[in-house]
């Protein structure tokens, strides 16, 4: 994988290849679970033990090779399993000392019944695949039932050899171990068993390393099964994705397409619409109703849950994220929040963990929040941050406003009331309450309470300074602009002056001037033509 990440915690749809082997597992409701650890011992163990707390972590030594990898499973199963036992004795007082003294072993020789031995890095596998698998082993009454498939190039792969007529499995031949007819089979092996405890405990008793690449191969316990007289079989899926091993990162982004293509299939013939399954990505964990629509470019991650009728994207991430019935999400990202039913958020919306919008509520365009409450039928329109906040029902939030919650040191609440009426651009500076039914005027700086049905009103007078940019900034195309526009603004005033010392004078003597109008010279003017006003008369 050429990563500081252990191959088996690299992910795909939502799981790690550990988890999704793990969870196939689980399926099967085993007695107990052994995961063997070798490179990244830590890691791996931790993420095991996360999935299943239950689960016993071994330790492979530095011996290599599958077989010996089992075999350090298998010790750690039959330690646990003489513990269990002897403690179900113990508590019977039925454990006596003559039972420790070279008498016979009441403990047996270890774990029992059927083993179950999987890769680590088979994602596509199910549990049915392993149900038919383990059923058909104990219907046969195999020592051992192997899952195989065939596939167009078999190249690396260990080759089912079968037995002429009866189809059973003669042997496993890696590849490097392979003569050239044995090479030419197309039946593989899928590194999935179900061995009989004591076959497996018997047959890994006698490996050895003498093979091309110096391992202990569990596949030689198959020659030993047979050579016992046991019956081993191989059950053939006709789906070799199922079985797909990932060994690079070309194979981890196959397999992942190839399973989202399958999810998308499984969704899509529940009901749920999805416009375009080449853009839109869903994890395994993810639930959705029926009549849900995903537009392109819709991911959907972790434990999202989406409600019928509810529209997602386009262009949409969410994480963890609640959506309720007939909710629309549109070019939005989100992460653990809960959005309600009807409600609407985006475009371009950011809302950050702990984001709770109620039914019919509002987000809208440039909105970020971030661990807030906001009630039923409020909005937050465009431009804004909330965090930290509780908004009422039926708010409305001004455009560009901002809840500053963040002293330097400590986080404060911003509360805002009920019905209430925010301006544009307001900073509400928490901890501060704005009561219901208040109203804050556009520009405020709310830095006190506003009551119940009061007006918050925080802004300083207007100054403006005459011929500022002329003076600061001279020969400039602002300054420039300005003059030109205080030159004009003159005219028209001197004009205005004229025509009512005009006005006057004519009130005062009661003569009406005529003063003929000059003729336009076609020649050097365009024509002029009235003005005319709404109510169609002239005004000269």
């Known amino acids: 994988m050429r990563s500081a990440t252990p191959k088996i915690l690299h992910s795909i749809g939502g799981r790690t290849l550990l988890g999704h082997v793990m969870t196939a597992a689980t399926e099967l409701d085993p007695q107990h679970v052994a995961v063997v650890v070798r490179h990244e011992r830590e890691a791996v163990a931790a993420a095991a033990l996360q999935l299943d707390p239950a689960a016993l972590v071994v330790d492979q030594d530095e011996v290599p090779g599958t077989g010996r990898a089992v075999q350090c499973a298998l010790d750690a199963l039959d330690a646990r ?4 036992r002897a403690a179900a004795l113990a508590h019977a007082d039925d454990l006596h000392d003559e039972h420790l003294d070279g008498g016979e072993h009441p403990l047996g020789d270890g774990l029992d019944g059927a083993v179950v031995v999987l890769a680590g890095d088979i994602p596509l596998l199910d549990g049915a695949t392993l149900g038919e698998l383990l059923a058909a082993h104990h219907a046969d009454g195999n020592a051992v039932t192997i899952l195989t498939t065939e596939v167009a190039d078999a190249n690396g792969y260990g080759r089912i050899v079968r037995e002429a007529g009866s189809g059973d499995v003669l042997a496993i031949v890696e590849h490097k171990d392979a003569t050239p007819e044995q090479r030419a089979i197309r039946e593989i092996n899928s590194s999935v068993y179900v061995f009989d405890a004591a076959v497996l405990r018997r047959g890994l008793g006698g490996l050895g390393t003498d093979n091309a690449q110096g391992e202990v191969y569990l596949t030689d316990v198959v020659a030993s099964a047979r050579a016992e007289g046991g019956a081993v079989r191989a059950v053939l899926s006709d789906d070799p994705m199922l079985v797909e091993g990932v060994n690079d990162r070309v194979a981890l982004a196959t397999l992942g397409a190839e399973l989202n293509r399958r999810l998308l299939t499984e969704w899509m013939q529940a009901g749920v619409t999805v416009v375009d399954p080449a853009s839109t990505w869903v994890d395994v964990d993810v639930e959705l109703a029926s009549d849900v629509t995903l537009l392109p470019g819709t991911q959907l991650h972790g434990a999202t849950k989406v409600e019928s009728g509810a529209t997602i994207g386009p262009d949409t991430t969410l994480t963890d994220v609640e959506v309720g019935p007939g909710a629309t999400v549109v070019r939005t990202h989100g992460s ?6 009807n409600a609407s ?19 809208g365009t440039f909105v970020e929040t971030k661990n807030a409450q906001i009630g039923e039928g409020s909005k937050v329109p465009h431009l804004s941050y909330v965090g930290d906040a509780t908004i009422g029902e039926h708010t409305n939030i001004g455009a560009a406003s901002v809840t500053v919650n963040y002293d330097g040191v400590r986080k404060h609440r911003t509360v805002i009331g009920s019905y209430a009426k925010t301006g544009a651009d307001n900073m509400f500076v928490a901890p501060v309450t704005v009561g219901d039914g208040a109203y804050t005027g556009a520009g405020s700086i709310i830095v006190k309470d506003v009551p119940a049905g009061a007006l918050g ?7 403006n300074i005459e ?3 002329e003076r600061r900034w001279p020969e400039t195309p602002a300054a420039e602009a300005a003059a030109r526009a205080r030159a004009e603004a003159t005219a028209e005033q001197l004009g205005a002056q004229a025509q009512e010392q005009l006005a006057a004078h004519n009130a005062l003597t009661g ?10 010279d076609p020649a050097t003017q365009a024509p002029t033509h009235p003005a005319v006003d709404d109510e169609g008369s002239t005004q000269r």
């Open 336 to 341: 653990l929040s809960v959005i309600g039913e």
């Open 457 to 463: 009103v925080a802004r300083a007078q207007q100054r």
């Open 81 to 84: 399993a003489h513990a269990g």
């Open 467 to 469: 011929g500022w940019v």
């Open 511 to 520: 003569a009406i001037p005529v003063v003929p109008a000059p003729a336009p």
């Open 345 to 363: 958020v985006g475009p371009f919306a950011y809302l950050r963990p702990g984001t709770e919008l109620g039914t019919k509520g509002k987000i």
